[in-house]
Each structure stands twice: as structure tokens, then as C-alpha cells.
């Protein structure tokens, strides 16, 4: 039975872990994560999230997104040969751990809703699905970072013309211990205004 914890506690504990063992996570606890993701504030109700969860051989959905992106910088005096290491070694990231949720934004029409709030929502999605991944005893890491953005990933996961990812969400079970963290106390970047 997994231990419940409140949420001030889960905010101040948890950590990005990058090390997680290969062992298969159920899918009632992908379902938790993904159902936390979709009750992140939104402005209008939009709702302008997209998740693709990949496991086992499904991960080599991002892998061809990486190895794509690296062969599209790649220097052109490279042989074939290189190019296919290249290539093989940026697929590898994509099993790093054994769920890979990639996260998009599909921005609203909506005048009255700015592009950025999607945007936030989407991060916020994000939040509440790592800390319901952390809360159910599971480890992440949001994985981001110029191929991210990159055509050749938006090619990838066959986004929309407005559609953009924001980020692959790796979970598993830890494989190292939680690296510690320090916060600037609040009170050095806020300004109390009452009148």
C-alpha cells in the first residue's frame, strides 16, 4: 500500500531523479499521474494539454525524435557509419526510464485567451503530475532542452500547426537517493503591498 502524503509535504520533498530502475510501473498509477495532469488550472477551460504515454517499444517514439533531431545538426563530412552511431546513441535516451510521458500544449483559439496561459497550464500539468508521481512513490525527472522544441520532434509526435511539446515526463522507481535542495527563502523575493 503506498503511503499518502499532503501536499506541502510532496512539494517540499520532491526531487528530479535521472537514475530509475526499468521496472514497469502499473497503469493505475500512469492513470493517477495523467488524471492530476488534467485538473491543472486553466484559463476558459481550455484544457490545452496532450499526452503521449510511452512504454516498452513505444518509447522508440521519442527515440526517433532524438536520433532526428541529431542527424539533422549533425556535421555532413560524418560517414554513414557515424551517423548511424550518432543516431543509435541519442534513440538510447528515450530508455532511460520505463514510462516517457510526453507532454504538448494545443493553444486555444479563443481570443480572450492568451498563448502564454496555455502554455502555463500545460507546465502546471506537468506539476501536478510530478507530484502525484512522487506522492504514489514513483520518481521524474521533465526532461526539456533545444531537441524538444526542434521540427524534427514536432514531426515526431505529429503536432499541429500551433501545437508545441513542453517537455517528456520520465518515471520509474528511484535508483539513487533524492539529491538535496535549497530554496531562497520567500521573504527575499516578495513585496507585500497593502496600500
Known amino acids: 500500500m503506498v503511503k499518502k502524503m499532503d501536499v506541502k509535504e510532496a512539494i517540499?520533498?520532491?526531487?528530479?531523479?535521472?537514475?530509475?530502475?526499468?521496472?514497469?510501473?502499473?497503469r493505475a498509477l500512469i492513470e493517477e499521474i495523467l488524471e492530476a495532469g488534467t485538473w491543472a488550472p486553466n484559463h476558459c477551460h481550455t484544457e490545452p494539454w496532450r499526452f503521449w504515454v510511452m512504454t516498452g517499444e513505444g518509447r522508440a517514439l521519442l527515440g526517433k525524435g532524438y536520433a532526428e533531431v541529431a542527424a539533422a545538426g549533425a556535421d555532413p563530412l560524418l560517414s554513414?557509419?557515424?551517423?548511424?552511431?550518432?543516431?543509435?546513441?541519442?534513440?538510447?535516451k528515450a530508455f532511460r526510464a520505463p514510462v516517457v510521458i510526453a507532454v504538448a500544449v494545443t493553444p486555444s483559439a479563443q481570443e480572450v485567451v492568451p498563448e502564454v496561459e496555455e502554455y502555463a497550464?500545460?507546465?502546471?500539468?506537468?506539476?501536478n503530475m510530478m507530484l502525484t508521481a512522487h506522492a504514489l512513490g514513483l520518481a521524474t525527472?521533465?526532461?526539456t532542452g533545444a531537441p524538444t522544441y526542434h521540427p524534427k520532434m514536432r514531426e515526431a509526435f505529429?503536432?499541429?500547426a500551433?501545437?508545441?511539446?513542453?517537455?517528456?515526463?520520465?518515471?520509474?522507481?528511484a535508483d539513487m537517493a533524492p539529491p538535496k535542495a535549497e530554496r531562497t527563502p520567500f521573504a527575499q523575493k516578495t513585496l507585500?503591498?497593502?496600500?
Not at 121 to 127: E, M, P, R, S
Open 12 to 26: 517540499r520533498s520532491r526531487r528530479s531523479i535521472g537514475k530509475v530502475k526499468q521496472e514497469p510501473v502499473d
Open 80 to 92: 554513414e557509419e557515424e551517423l548511424a552511431k550518432l543516431k543509435s546513441a541519442q534513440e538510447k
Open 121 to 127: 497550464a500545460a507546465h502546471t500539468a506537468v506539476q
Open 141 to 143: 525527472i521533465w526532461r
Open 158 to 160: 505529429s503536432l499541429g
Open 162 to 173: 500551433k501545437e508545441e511539446l513542453v517537455g517528456f515526463v520520465y518515471i520509474g522507481y
Open 192 to 195: 507585500w503591498v497593502s496600500e
